[in-house]
């Protein structure tokens, strides 16, 4: 939901000041749907002129899925377009519209799925203006209140679906945005868009017995996106060659604090109750033909769990900071290209109570915990991996799409009840040697890791109950094995692979 109220607070927007030339309302009625087209999506309309009004009406979109999967219907409400002396174009969707949407699914050759409900959005201070030319349109929009609900909501088809009920509803206040739109060889699309306060309330039940229902609060969004579409239809079965056409998406999000909660009852009893509060986030996507890369960070989330009577204890946790960065390469290149996964969180600590059910005696440290995952490797991509049919075909024979070169651990470390681990390396791997490692291909490289407090560690376990004293001692000759003593309760473990296939721990060979 946040997702929708970003981008319908963000729509459509912007006036850049007094033109030269002036729009007609069927230019900027065609340049704000230039885009759909390419996308598969038919429009259809009816426009009626009188003077400077345009008024476009029975609007509907229509998408059919691939595979014969199922099909999909939008029907808008009317729009009108008025031309102003100074050349620009004010659009007014009224003080309410409605949305009716129809689909219908076929997951296989016996069972057909129908879909209907009405998206209901009401306006408050809506103002709307387009400027530029006709194949360079900018839109500005404001808007005091939105306020959109979903309404009618009947599957019939799936009889799993019977009695289950669905209500949802959205506002965003203060909401400013600002899209160009640019077509030609390619369609252009940028903008930026603020919002102010967000309330987002859903809730379903099922049978009447389970209710769910979660309100969120957001205080604030800013966004800003650029998209590329290339000409022509897109095969939404070969995104990869769309990619290769120009196809490409960068977007960021930035919001202030948020908070939520999410409630279950059955029969009316508590079943779940939890709270989420979250400082602030920031997340960036990039989406062309380098692949797709996701990053992002969250600051002092706190999460907040009660369960039914029968569940002897609540979760509380809270993060002091949560980051993550992903990157994945889509496309096939005769070279080896880039994979990242980075994940890491600091600060995090757990309530007393959670605490008690493990260590009632509080043998272990309460301090703040930490984890950092911070992997990166190269890969050949053997086949576009968002081309369907060539995918299938890579599958139905048993092959990999893709061949990892090398593996980097950057960091992977761990830091909690006292004990901390830190380790790093980097493995080549020889796709052509499969038989050394037993079908797995042959890696060639070193890792070193660190180890502190762990023997305090294991004393504290045998001493909570958590563990028998010939375990910890099986545990430290394991230890004794593949790692060396490097200071008091220090261990320095070094992993060594070479090119015969040889693993050397500390000097050692094992294998």
Do not use: C, H
């Amino acid at each position: 939901m946040r997702l929708m109220s970003r981008l319908l607070s963000g729509g459509a927007l912007a006036l850049l000041g007094t033109q030269a030339f002036a729009l007609t309302g069927e230019e900027v009625w065609a340049n704000q749907n230039s885009y759909l087209a390419g996308l598969g999506v038919k429009v259809s309309q009816t426009q009626t002129r009188a003077g400077n009004v345009l008024t476009v009406s029975d609007i509907s979109y229509d998408v059919t899925f691939p595979f014969g999967v199922g099909d999909m219907s939008l029907r808008a409400a009317p729009q009108v377009y008025t031309e102003n002396a100074d050349g620009s174009v004010s659009i007014d969707l009224g003080d309410a519209n409605s949305f009716a949407v129809a689909a219908t699914f076929r997951p296989d050759d016996l069972t057909e799925i129908s879909l209907s409900a009405n998206i209901d959005i009401t306006w408050t201070g809506l103002r709307a203006t387009a400027t530029g030319t006709a194949n360079d349109v900018t839109y500005v929009t404001t808007a005091d209140l939105i306020e959109i609900t979903l309404a009618d909501l009947t599957i019939s088809g799936a009889p799993e679906a019977d009695g289950v009920d669905v209500d949802v509803y959205l506002s965003v206040a203060d909401s400013v945005s600002s899209t160009q739109i640019t077509t030609g060889d390619t369609t252009v699309m940028r903008g930026t868009a603020t919002s102010g306060q967000a309330i987002t309330d859903f809730g379903s039940s099922f049978f009447g017995d389970i209710l769910s229902k979660t309100v969120s609060l957001q205080s604030g969004t800013e966004t800003t996106f650029d998209l590329t579409l290339p000409a022509g239809p897109m095969n939404l079965m070969n995104i990869s060659q769309a990619l290769r056409d120009g196809l490409a998406l960068a977007a960021t999000v930035n919001t202030g604090p948020s908070q939520s909660q999410a409630v279950t009852t059955v029969n009316g009893e508590v079943i779940t109750n939890q709270t989420t509060n979250i400082g602030s986030q920031s997340s960036m996507v990039s989406f062309d033909a380098a692949g797709l890369a996701i990053s992002g960070d969250a600051v002092d989330a706190r999460v907040a769990l009660t369960a039914s009577p029968e569940i002897p204890f609540a979760l509380d946790m809270t993060i002091g900071q949560v980051e993550y960065r992903f990157a994945l390469p889509v496309n096939a290149s005769d070279q080896p290209v880039d994979v990242v996964y980075a994940i890491g969180m600091s600060e995090l600590t757990l309530n007393e109570d959670l605490w008690a059910m493990v260590d009632p005696a509080g043998t272990f440290p309460r301090d703040p915990m930490s984890l950092d995952i911070d992997l990166a490797g190269s890969v050949i991509i053997l086949t576009d991996l968002l081309d369907i049919n060539a995918m299938t075909s890579v599958i139905d024979a048993g092959q990999m799409p893709f061949e990892v070169q090398s593996v980097t651990i950057n960091n992977l470390s761990a830091n909690a009840v006292g004990a901390a681990l830190a380790g790093s390396g980097r493995f080549t791997l020889d796709m052509t040697d499969l038989t050394t490692f037993d079908g797995f291909p042959r890696p060639e490289g070193t890792a070193t890791a660190t180890m502190t407090g762990v023997n305090a560690l294991l004393d504290k376990l045998v001493a909570a109950g958590l563990m028998t004293a010939d375990d910890a001692m099986a545990g430290r000759l394991g230890m004794g094995m593949f790692a060396e003593v490097t200071g008091e309760d220090q261990l320095r473990s070094t992993l060594e692979i070479n090119a015969e296939g040889e693993v050397i721990a500390n000097g050692q060979r094992i294998k």
